[in-house]
C-alpha cells in the first residue's frame, strides 16, 4: 500500500512540475510505412539507413524544448554534392563541404527555416564548436527520392559534417551516433 501512495505521489508530482514549466513532450504526430528503394538509389555513405519496405516509422512535427543545454543525438551526414543528404541544402540550395562546420536539425528545432544560417553551439566529447544550421533533418517524411530513400529523422537529431565530428575530437572510426547538448548561439 505504501509503495503505491509513493507511486501516486511521484506521478502527480510529475506532472504538477510539466505543468508549472509548461514543458510538454514531444509525442509522434503519425507514421510511415517504408517503401524499398529502387535498386542503386539509396545512399548509405556515412551508415544512413535505407528504408525498410513495411516496416512503420514514426514522424514528429516537435522536438524538446531548445535550451541553453538540449540533449540530442549528433549523427553524420554528407552535404555535398552526392553525399547522403540528398539533395541541397534547405536553407541556401546549395550543396556544402565534408570541411565546413554545417548541421541539419530535425524538423522541430529548424522551426520552419526560423534557424537558416544561424550559429548553434554543439557540446560534446569535451569540447564545443559552432556550426551553421543549413538543413532539415525531415522528420515528417521519408523513404522517397527528395529523402535519398531514407527514413524520416528521429525528433532529437543535429547531423553533422565531418568538419564537426574532427572539431569535437572523435576519433573516425567512433563517428555515427553520439549523445550531445546543443544551443543557439
Known sequence: MEKHFLCSVTILLFFCVLAKTGAQ?????GALRGKKPPPGKCNSQNDSECCVQGKLYPTFKCSAEVTNHTKAV????????GGDGGGPSECDNKFHSDDTPVVALSTGWFNNQKRCLKPITIFGNGRRVKATVVDECDSTVGCDAEHDFQPPCRNNIVDASRAVWKALGVPERDWGQLDIFWSDS
Open 25 to 29: 513532450p514531444c509525442r509522434p504526430s
Open 74 to 81: 549528433l549523427t553524420l551526414n554528407g552535404f555535398g554534392r
